[in-house]
């Protein structure tokens, strides 16, 4: 006879009591189940801060589970016989508690779900995945969404969920009169820079937090990053807190200077609310009445609510849905046939271009990058230089402190590196140096010259550019949106065409971009 009716399996991404896996809990029969394992550090190579984050806020979820009377069994990071991963906690789980059955909310990572799938059958053990009720849209109702179409595009799908769930919507037209303001949105700074820019929230370790951080200075000694400067929201108080720093003090600029970069300015108008959100810490409705509540309120333009509400109604829900429509064999495409190794300063930093130097340092030190550093500087140079898309992917899920795969894998092969051939995005989000030169002063600072392609100044970005496109041409000069570009390359002589190949295979041999030493 089982010990237990039924084991709540709770993963690190899933900390809100809500969940679909806690309905119908009876604390006389059913118990809890969580554990931190080294695998999901190690299965990529993970960075102290992102590894940290995750277990300092599992371990304060088990302390307000523990405290709402739900009994639960937790294995830490550093207690003696842990087995290593969560296959293997689970089975001795099952052989420990006998339950009846395994509850569980729906995964964010499809490794995860297959590894708990094996070993509950093994075990005999009947495993109920529950939906999960965290997004607007559920598995099934993207399927439908798919099914629908004839192709996919995350515009369409925006607009029939802002109409479903009536955000942003004034009767039946949009709020405004206009489904996107983009045309009001993604400015540069001024040569004067941004200026005094609200602080980022801020939440000093307590005693659980500098527990985990010792541990994992100890266990993960040679993994990317440092602890030092640790202070995301671990708890929901504390995530409900940043999400009203940024609702009155950067929610207004938001849309405004969202593509905007500043070298030493991590944080500026962006909301850091992805780890939060990722974690479950906070719900994505209550994140979007916010804003929506902002504008109605005057407290913020159309503008930029629209642009925000656009990440997390339109692009976040989207992308869930493309990585479990796709999966399994979306993780290994490569569209583009990249085949280079990732620049090892990608772990460092340690690099002469000043934009990539900034951002890589930047994601080393704080688990944290907004979204333009990582599409259209780190992202888009690896696309450029043909690098591997799993290598490219790996980096993205291990370095960032709001990377879960299910999230992580399509904006990183798809929208980033277009590995996957245009399902997420409609062209390869291909540029010069000159992108990076508008949207900040980077290329005043740095050795090279974003309007060059050969020669020794000449910008690796804009080299590479023009490579990716003689490279690609055949494929290219057919795309509707890409056309135009690969026309340009008309421009190039036989002479012209060979400097590019030539300084181009300098950078790949590494001979370019590494910072001199000594």
Request: net charge neutral; glycine share 8%; charged share 20%.
């Amino acid at each position: 006879m089982a010990d237990l009716r039924a084991l709540v399996i709770v993963l690190g991404d899933q900390l809100e009591h809500g969940a679909a896996a806690f309905d119908g809990f009876d604390a006389a029969v059913d118990a809890v189940w969580m554990a931190e394992v080294a695998e999901e550090s190690t299965h990529v190579t993970s960075s102290k801060m992102r590894t940290v984050l995750f277990l300092s806020a599992m371990r304060h979820f088990a302390a307000e589970t523990q405290a709402a009377g739900r009994t639960l069994h937790y294995t830490r990071l550093d207690d003696a016989g842990n087995r290593g991963s969560l296959g293997r906690e689970l089975q001795a789980a099952i052989a420990r508690l006998r339950p009846a059955r395994l509850v569980m909310t729906e995964p964010g990572d499809w490794r995860v779900l297959q590894a708990l799938q094996s070993v509950a059958e093994a075990a005999g053990v009947p495993l109920d995945v529950r939906e999960d009720r965290h997004f607007f849209v559920s598995r099934r109702a993207f399927a439908v969404h798919v099914q629908s179409r004839k192709s996919l595009r995350m515009e369409y799908f925006y607009r029939e969920q802002r109409r479903h769930h009536r955000v942003l919507m004034d009767g039946d037209e949009p709020a405004g009169g206009q489904w996107n303001f983009d045309a009001d949105n993604r400015n540069a700074f001024g040569a004067s820079g941004p200026g005094p820019v609200p602080p980022r929230s801020r939440f000093a370790p307590d005693a659980i937090t500098r527990d985990v951080m010792a541990a994992v200075q100890q266990q993960f000694t040679n993994h990317p990053g440092t602890v030092v400067d640790f202070a995301w929201p671990v708890t929901r108080q504390q995530a409900l807190q940043t999400l009203d720093t940024f609702a009155a003090e950067r929610l207004p600029l938001f849309g405004r200077y969202q593509d905007a970069m500043w070298p030493g300015e991590p944080w500026l108008y962006h909301a850091h609310l992805s780890a939060a959100l990722n974690l479950k810490l906070l719900d994505p409705r209550e994140v979007v009445a916010r804003a929506e509540a902002a504008y109605r309120a005057g407290d913020a333009p159309l503008a930029a609510v629209e642009g925000f509400v656009r990440q997390i109604l339109g692009w976040r829900e989207y992308v869930r849905g493309i990585y479990w429509s796709q999966m399994p064999g979306y993780r290994d495409l490569n569209a583009l046939g990249g085949d280079q190794d990732l620049p090892a300063w990608y772990w460092s930093g340690e690099t002469d271009m000043a934009c990539l130097r900034d951002a890589i340092t930047q994601t080393v030190r704080q688990g944290y990058a907004h979204h333009i550093q990582r599409l259209m500087v780190t992202g888009l140079y690896a696309m450029l230089l043909g690098v591997e898309p799993a290598q490219v992917h790996a980096w993205y899920l291990g370095m960032y402190v709001d990377a879960v795969e299910w999230v992580e894998l399509p904006n990183t092969l798809g929208m980033s590196q277009f590995a996957d051939g245009g399902l997420m995005a409609s062209k390869p989000y291909a540029a010069t140096g000159k992108y990076i030169d508008r949207m900040g002063p980077y290329c005043k600072g740095c050795r090279y010259d974003p309007a060059q392609r050969t020669g020794d100044k000449a910008c690796p970005f804009t080299t590479l550019y023009w490579d990716f496109l003689l490279r690609h041409e055949t494929r290219l000069a057919g795309h509707p949106r890409m056309a135009l570009q690969v026309k340009n390359l008309a421009r190039l002589d036989d002479a012209q065409r060979q400097a590019v190949f030539d300084r181009a295979a300098a950078i790949r041999r590494g001979e370019v971009g590494v910072a001199a030493h000594g």
